[in-house]
Nanobody, 114 residues
Framework: QVQLVESGGGLVQPGGSLRLSCSAS????????MGWYRQAPGKQRELVGG???????NYVDSVKGRFTISRDNAKNTVYLQMNSLKPEDTAVYYC????????WGQGTQVTVSS
C-alpha cells in the first residue's frame, strides 16, 4: 500500500516562497499521475494541480503562474514550488494520486502571514 509523506511547510510572509515535497512508498509512483491538494480552515480539500507520468503539469487558475509541480520518479518524490505566496494560500497541503486513490498522508501546514 502506498504511503505518502508531505514536508516542507512553514510560516512565510506574503510574497515569499516555499518548496513542498511528497515522498511516496511503493513501486507504483512512477506509473501514477500525481496531484497536490490543499485544505484551508473551514473549507473542503481542493485540487491545486497535477502532474502526469511524463512530467506535464497543470494548475487551477488561482495558482497558475505562481506554483510549479515537478517530480523525480527515481526518488518517488513530487514537489510543489510555491512563489509569490498570498494569505489565501494558507492551508494544509497534501499530495495524492490524480484520482486521490491512496490513503491521505498527514499533510504539511503552510501559513502565509505578515
Amino acid at each position: 500500500q502506498v504511503q505518502l509523506v508531505e514536508s516542507g511547510g512553514g510560516l512565510v510572509q506574503p510574497g515569499g516562497s516555499l518548496r513542498l515535497s511528497c515522498s511516496a512508498s511503493g513501486s507504483t509512483f512512477s506509473t501514477t499521475a500525481m496531484g497536490w491538494y490543499r485544505q484551508a480552515p473551514g473549507k473542503q480539500r481542493e485540487l491545486v494541480g497535477g502532474i502526469t507520468i511524463g512530467g506535464r503539469a497543470n494548475y487551477v487558475d488561482s495558482v497558475k503562474g505562481r506554483f510549479t509541480i515537478s517530480r523525480d520518479n527515481a526518488k518517488n518524490t513530487v514537489y510543489l514550488q510555491m512563489n509569490s505566496l498570498k494569505p489565501e494560500d494558507t492551508a494544509v497541503y497534501y499530495c495524492n494520486s490524480w484520482s486521490a486513490r491512496f490513503p491521505w498522508g498527514q499533510g504539511t501546514q503552510v501559513t502565509v502571514s505578515s
